[in-house]
């Protein structure tokens, strides 16, 4: 006979495996990693900006599980939504019919957008990547799509395409027609336009890799050169969207700038369903879907599910009932600029950088002759080893959460549930000072650990 069954008791009886399990099943480089830098840790619950371990104590989740956590974990209306639409019982997905919730939240999120016209909607950030590259090549008629360098886009075809970084991109080829143009270079974009085959460019307001926003007059710059060569801006807000950088999207910080095409996604989840978005002019729409005959030229099997539409809703009422955007900028510039004030203190500090909540920390080569040979001897390693130091104490002593911006980056990227306030940025200034004094004292622990690390990078050439 077949047991009835039941997730809490497995959860109970087999939970602990779960390392193992991983190494059997699913990515076996991923708890290897987790060990050799000590964040193989094992969270009992969450809620809000915090987890818990077995032993009650609590961390300060400064990574928001890569941005996806905007609201925080298990939030009590995104819960309830979900509850309400399970317990209806709706007819989802029946492909034949035009249910109520994707057009309410369609309707919504075009309110925050009143330059733009349509939505599709499907199940993650790179699909809504994914979609708007489609869209914009099908719209103009031209193959070629421009990103900036070191951008981050998502990993599937398309959108590997127009990933800045040579290490997600090595052994995927050949990719669609693209052309990496630098971030703020009006002039490279300006050469490439008038090759006459450019769709589209597509920018991230501010690279979540490493945080780096785009110039002054840039944005506005650009969408001027694509309009006059018939081409398209694509604003990739699938991290900065929705109120992470103190606007509703980060494109709103330049004057003027009204992108064709934007993608969203991450927050818009709640953190349970997943869900992207690509908003459009109607013009570009009604040239996709130009007949009956092209009705299904684009869709997603999981898009526009009752769970995901729900879930959506109910986080954009959050954002609207608890203001969350203006406490991502205010509680981010409080955060931002008390650790801009440290610049001056710690030598290995070379910069603060970012807006509302997605803030970027970078470590530099420092002055004194002590602390110079130490940084050499992990840069000659690999480059990033120092932020991974400063990320690990950080979780090990005073848990809190945090991620290394990129590969090869000395930058550590902030970019915690937008509900948190002044008591968490406080607990993690406090934190990160401890830790850079640490460092600049010659604290013996912290050094000792960068030295397996040396080990480890050399001994993965």
């Known amino acids: 006979?077949?047991?009835?069954?039941?997730?809490?008791?497995?959860?109970?009886?087999?939970?602990?495996?779960?390392?193992?399990?991983?190494?059997?099943?699913?990515?076996?480089?991923?708890?290897?990693?987790?060990?050799?830098?000590?964040?193989?840790?094992?969270?009992?619950?969450?809620?809000?900006?915090?987890?818990?371990?077995?032993?009650?104590?609590?961390?300060?989740d400064m990574l928001a599980g890569f941005g996806v956590m905007g609201l925080g974990r298990h939030h009590p209306v995104v819960r309830k939504a979900l509850h309400d639409v399970l317990d209806a019982s709706l007819a989802?997905?029946?492909?034949?019919d035009c249910p109520p919730l994707p057009g309410l939240l369609a309707e919504k999120l075009l309110s925050y957008s009143p330059h733009l016209d349509r939505v599709f909607f499907g199940n993650s950030g790179t699909e809504a990547v994914e979609t708007a590259l489609k869209f914009a090549r099908y719209a103009t008629g031209r193959p070629r799509i421009l990103y900036c360098s070191h951008a981050f886009h998502g990993l599937t075809t398309g959108s590997l395409s127009v990933n800045g970084e040579a290490g997600f991109r090595d052994g995927f080829a050949p990719l669609l027609p693209d052309t990496a143009v630098p971030l703020g270079d009006l002039d490279a974009l300006a050469r490439e336009l008038k090759k006459g085959d450019v769709a589209a460019l597509i920018v991230e307001p501010i690279q979540g890799k490493g945080v780096h926003e785009a110039p002054p007059g840039y944005l506005r710059?650009?969408?001027?050169?694509?309009?006059?060569?018939?081409?398209?801006?694509?604003?990739d807000e699938v991290q900065t969207g929705l109120g992470r950088t103190g606007r509703f999207y980060a494109y709103q910080h330049a004057e003027g700038v009204e992108p064709d095409l934007v993608c969203v996604a991450k927050s818009l989840s709640g953190g349970y369903v997943p869900v992207g978005a690509t908003l459009g002019k109607d013009w570009i729409f009604r040239k996709v879907y130009s007949s009956m005959d092209r009705v299904l030229v684009h869709s997603a099997s999981f898009g526009s599910n009752a769970q995901a539409m729900a879930a959506g809703l109910a986080v954009l009422a959050v954002m609207e009932n608890e203001e969350i955007v203006a406490n991502a900028a205010a509680v981010g510039e409080r955060l931002r600029s008390r650790l801009a004030a440290l610049v001056d203190t710690y030598e290995l500090l070379a910069d603060v950088r970012g807006r509302g909540l997605m803030i970027g920390i970078e470590f530099g080569r420092p002055r004194s002759l002590k602390l110079r040979s130490r940084w050499t001897m992990l840069q000659a390693a690999r480059k990033g080893l120092f932020a991974q130091m400063v990320v690990v104490p950080l979780l090990q002593r005073h848990r809190i959460l945090t991620q290394v911006s990129g590969d090869h980056l000395e930058v550590i990227k902030l970019i915690p549930p937008l509900i948190i306030g002044e008591r968490e940025a406080d607990r993690f200034v406090d934190a990160f000072t401890e830790v850079m004094d640490d460092a600049h004292n010659g604290g013996g622990l912290m050094w000792d650990f960068g030295k397996t690390l040396v080990k480890q990078a050399v001994g993965n050439r």
């Open 1 to 60: 006979m077949t047991k009835e069954f039941d997730l809490g008791r497995l959860l109970a009886e087999r939970g602990a495996e779960r390392y193992e399990l991983h190494t059997r099943h699913l990515n076996h480089q991923l708890p290897r990693m987790l060990r050799t830098i000590g964040f193989d840790r094992v969270y009992e619950r969450a809620e809000g900006a915090y987890f818990w371990d077995a032993d009650g104590d609590d961390y300060l």
């Open 221 to 235: 710059g650009a969408q001027e050169l694509l309009h006059r060569h018939k081409a398209l801006l694509i604003a």
């Open 92 to 96: 989802d997905l029946t492909r034949f």
